[in-house]
């Protein structure tokens, strides 16, 4: 974005605007998620609609609370320390987990 001065969301737009039609439901793969203890969210470098797309051509779209995408982490993507440190704030998450 910087060094070609790239607009972020026209590039998001252009190429998030694909034909999901390959993308077959996956009602194991439904079943497994769902039978998971706890919240279920999705933290994507890509956006929030493309995320959206797939779940609903899944038949998962019902299973996240949210999807915290590039756009929320201010275009700082994963794996920069700042996308993790504002999912957790926004999901009041400990990410630190007792031994």
């Known amino acids: 974005m910087a060094q070609h001065q790239v607009?972020?969301?026209?590039?998001?737009?252009?190429?998030?605007?694909i034909d999901y039609?390959?993308?077959d439901p996956h009602p194991n793969l439904v079943?497994?998620?769902?039978a998971l203890p706890g919240r279920k969210c999705i933290l994507t470098?890509?956006?929030?609609g493309h995320a959206r797309s797939v779940l609903a051509k899944l038949?998962?779209?019902e299973l996240f609370?949210?999807?915290?995408?590039i756009r929320a982490m201010t275009y700082g993507p994963k794996p920069h320390r700042q996308a993790y440190e504002g999912f957790f704030a926004l999901?009041?998450?400990d990410p630190i987990c007792p031994a």
């Open 31 to 34: 079943a497994a998620i769902a």
């Open 7 to 17: 607009d972020p969301d026209h590039f998001l737009d252009t190429v998030h605007a």
């Open 65 to 69: 609370e949210h999807v915290h995408d």
């Open 91 to 93: 999901h009041d998450i």
């Open 45 to 48: 470098n890509g956006d929030t």
């Open 59 to 61: 038949g998962s779209a």
């Open 21 to 23: 039609s390959p993308v």
